[in-house]
């Protein structure tokens, strides 16, 4: 699989949910970041990080969540997820 590639079936691993649920996080946003991140980082051969900026909050305020995801397997696994607020110390290039 390119890990260019905007990815619509995926399989969400269960440490995935664990967090997702502890942290919160809709399954839209993460489907949101699959289908359509504003950046991909290769973090090793097989697993890439997709992200993208994120309203969340009241008031909202500017995230960035960051899905890992094991790309050499079919579908891909959704590893963990996570929001964060250091969106200078993840971004490449300018924000």
């Known amino acids: 699989m390119d890990a260019a590639a905007p990815i619509t079936t995926y399989r969400l691993t269960d440490h995935a ?3 997702m649920a ?3 996080m809709p399954a839209s946003d993460v489907t949101r970041v699959l289908a ?4 991909i980082e290769v ?5 890439v990080v997709y992200q993208a900026r994120v309203a969340w909050g009241t008031p909202p305020a500017t995230y960035l969540l960051r899905v ?3 790309i050499d397997r ?3 696994d959704v590893v963990t997820v996570y929001r964060t607020s250091k969106i200078t ?5 300018t924000t």
């Open 17 to 19: 949910q664990m967090e």
């Open 22 to 24: 502890r942290r919160q």
């Open 36 to 39: 359509t991140p504003e950046q």
């Open 43 to 47: 973090v090793r051969p097989g697993r």
């Open 68 to 70: 890992f995801i094991d």
């Open 74 to 76: 079919q579908p891909p």
């Open 89 to 93: 110390k993840y971004w490449k290039g």
